[in-house]
């Protein structure tokens, strides 16, 4: 079953300086990214690749962090070879960057999960959601008050750890994140669709 990556909106505009780039100048910034992995942060690097860019310095700093999160989330998703290679072509990579960054992959690929074992780098996943409906029909100086009020028991499971979060939110505000759920929800299937269009093309 063939699976793209997607990502998020911030994280692909750190990545799309990227593409721009000569297959030279994105081999220096694999290499930036692979000192980031290995020693952190080299900050006189990146100044000294923003003068020879003639960018600002978050520029370069966003783009080798984009791409250290592209292989971090293609490791954790744990993508084929193959899928790697088709959401790069995707993303709107060239041919020539993207043999690049999947060489990059595939040689760094057990180096980069083992980092992401090690710090434990997992998304908490949703278990369950239980819910209760309160209404406060009056009080001693509001006869005719009512506040409805909905409290939610959101389970999430850490790896085998199970970790419980109470929310309590009225029912306009309710109504208001499921709104802004499903539309981040659209927008997602939406890139999905666009990415594999471009990749079947």
């Given at each position: 079953m063939k699976m793209l990556l997607t990502l998020r909106p911030d994280h692909k505009k750190h990545?799309?300086?990227?593409?721009?780039?000569?297959?030279?100048?994105?081999?220096?910034?694999?290499?930036?990214?692979?000192?980031?992995?290995?020693?952190?942060?080299?900050?006189?690097?990146?100044?000294?690749?923003?003068?020879?860019?003639?960018?600002?310095?978050?520029?370069?700093?966003?783009?080798?962090?984009g791409?250290?999160?592209?292989?971090?989330?293609?490791c954790n998703h744990k993508l084929?070879?193959?899928?790697?290679?088709?959401?790069?072509?995707?993303?709107?990579?060239?041919?020539?960057?993207?043999?690049?960054?999947?060489k990059l992959y595939i040689t760094k690929k057990k180096e980069i999960s083992n980092i992401i074992a090690a710090t434990g780098f997992k998304i908490p996943e949703y278990h369950d959601l239980e819910w209760r409906f309160e209404v406060q029909t009056a009080s001693r100086t509001l006869l005719k008050q009512v506040s409805p009020l909905i409290t939610l028991d959101l389970t999430l499971k850490n790896n085998e750890n199970?970790?419980?979060?109470?929310?309590?939110?009225?029912?306009?505000?309710?109504?208001?994140m499921a709104q802004e759920l499903e539309e981040a929800l659209k927008e997602g299937y939406s890139q999905h669709t666009r990415q594999v269009s471009r990749a079947a093309k």
């Amino acid at each position: 079953m063939k699976m793209l990556l997607t990502l998020r909106p911030d994280h692909k505009k750190h990545v799309l300086f990227l593409m721009e780039q000569t297959p030279q100048v994105l081999q220096d910034f694999c290499k930036l990214a692979l000192d980031y992995l290995q020693k952190g942060p080299n900050m006189k690097l990146y100044h000294a690749a923003a003068q020879k860019l003639e960018v600002e310095l978050d520029v370069i700093k966003n783009s080798v962090e984009g791409l250290i999160n592209l292989l971090l989330e293609s490791c954790n998703h744990k993508l084929s070879n193959e899928d790697f290679r088709d959401s790069i072509i995707a993303l709107g990579f060239s041919e020539e960057n993207e043999a690049i960054l999947s060489k990059l992959y595939i040689t760094k690929k057990k180096e980069i999960s083992n980092i992401i074992a090690a710090t434990g780098f997992k998304i908490p996943e949703y278990h369950d959601l239980e819910w209760r409906f309160e209404v406060q029909t009056a009080s001693r100086t509001l006869l005719k008050q009512v506040s409805p009020l909905i409290t939610l028991d959101l389970t999430l499971k850490n790896n085998e750890n199970m970790e419980h979060i109470l929310l309590q939110t009225d029912p306009v505000n309710l109504l208001h994140m499921a709104q802004e759920l499903e539309e981040a929800l659209k927008e997602g299937y939406s890139q999905h669709t666009r990415q594999v269009s471009r990749a079947a093309k």
